[in-house]
């Protein structure tokens, strides 16, 4: 299909509707060159409508058939699909980012949303679990008790700069929500405004054509500091999702603590890393060991919220040699197309202040256009790092930072010193275990997913993937905001006692209708 043409509207519960407030354009950042549609940004009292229409949609929305649900979200992804070229090339212009980084991201998309569909459809999700009656057990009777979760409400989500589709419109926040029940209002993020409307039309059009009430999903427009803080304080929003900066998701947290009733907020924000590496690891191949760093670190012009922030090699010659080989790959690098002016900004006054607290080990060259800074790796010693927690901090961005160690055993004690992180990996040998086993422990504590002899960027769509961590990689490191698990973000446990069957939900009636899996008496059903 063509994809339709862009209006510059929010979509509420909908219709298009034009904003009140002054319109933003999308700025190409390989050219600096404008971009139209200009897109008109509402206000607050436009901003209701959507979270009405959302409190509306809730009652039908959360109690839809497994398969009804089910294939909503499979419509949606192939919707998505439809749109074809189209939706690539407006993502290539707003983001500069290359055409196979965009198709490979609507992939992603579209595959987590027919995940989802999966989870809804197979419904271990829904947490059932019956305690029968026991009339007869001494001292006491047992009541009939029966648990199952339910979706939370309305859900706000924010749209990601560094992600236009996977941690976008359709990306993993507003999947895990709809696949949960619970209806969506989506802020669009300025930067990437077209790409947005292009994916909010599909999501419309599959709620439409499935004919589901129209407040189920809404996309809007507006300012941070007005219509964001008051999306977030809305009463009839139930839970908030969050991709984006540290002060960002703070003050959004913040937000919602400060309402009469606090909610929850899952906000991914800063994180850091790091990359050990053991001086087994360096008994191999050296240079493809600093290639895969380089690669990892200045992909997408670093602009990834696993991007490898800090790695720390061994002193002596064989660390030596691995800083020569990342030296060399970088001084050759050239700068790529950061996502927004703004943001390639923010990368050079980071990058400035590390260059008076650490050596510049390597720097690439300036690419074309005005937002393509070269790409920097600093040095520094352990002690140093340790001591200085500007050496510590994220530079969203082709920068990272080589920390020398003398001896493994220092990595506990420094590892212990970093804040929470998305991610931590190791580079080891066999002969490194011993070693690694005491370094283990400090990881699980400060980080969600721990991973060997590979790099944090990648990151796996699926059931057993962890996407979250203590903070300020997360705002609640009990979560993930990629998987399956994702979903139970916006799920709570509710418990029937003695309910009448024809009272209870479907999931929990003795004859299962919709066959979800149950554990009785604390076993799965059948085996109790």
Known sequence: ?????????????????????DRLHAIAPATGETLEPGYSQIDVDQLREATRAAAEAFESFQALAPEAHAAFLDDVADEIDALGEDLIVRAVQETGLPVARLTGERTRTTNQLRMFAGVVRRGAFRGVRVDPAI????????????????????????????????????????ASALAAGCPVVFKAHSSHPGTSELVAGAIARVV?????????????????????????????????????????????????????????????MSSVNPVFVFPGALEGDVAELASGYVTSALGSSGQLCTQPGSVFVPSGERGDAF?????????????????????????????????????????????????????????????AFVSNRVLQEEIFGAASLIVRYDDVAELPAAAARLEGQLTATLHIADDDADAARALLPVLERKAGRILANGWPTGVEVGHAIVHGGPFPATSDSRTTSVGSLAIERFLRPVAYQNLPDALLPEPLKDANPWGVPRLVDGLPEGEA
């Open 208 to 268: 439409a054509a499935h004919g589901l009430h129209p407040g189920v999903f809404s996309h809007i427009f507006g300012p941070g500091r007005t219509v964001g803080q008051a999306l977030v304080s809305d009463p009839e929003i139930q839970a908030v999702g969050f991709t984006g900066s540290r002060s960002g998701g703070l003050s959004l947290v913040q937000a919602a603590q400060a309402r009469p009733v606090p909610i929850p907020v899952y906000a991914e």
């Open 135 to 174: 009339p007869d057990r001494e001292p006491l009777p047992r009541a009939d008790i029966r648990q199952r979760k339910v979706p939370l409400g309305p859900v706000a989500v924010f749209g990601a700069s560094n992600f236009p589709l996977a941690f976008s419109t359709a990306g993993g926040d507003t």
């Open 1 to 21: 299909m063509t994809a339709p043409e862009l209006t510059g509207d929010s979509l509420i519960a909908g219709r298009r509707v034009t904003g009140t407030g």
């Open 323 to 383: 800083v020569a080989a990342v030296s060399s790959a970088v001084d050759e690098a050239i700068g790529q197309t950061m996502l927004s002016p703004a943001i390639a900004d923010a990368w050079r006054s980071g990058a400035e202040t590390r260059d008076a607290h650490a050596s510049v080990a390597a720097r690439g060259s300036d690419g074309e256009g005005p937002n393509a800074p070269a790409p920097v790796i600093h040095a520094t010693d352990l002690e």
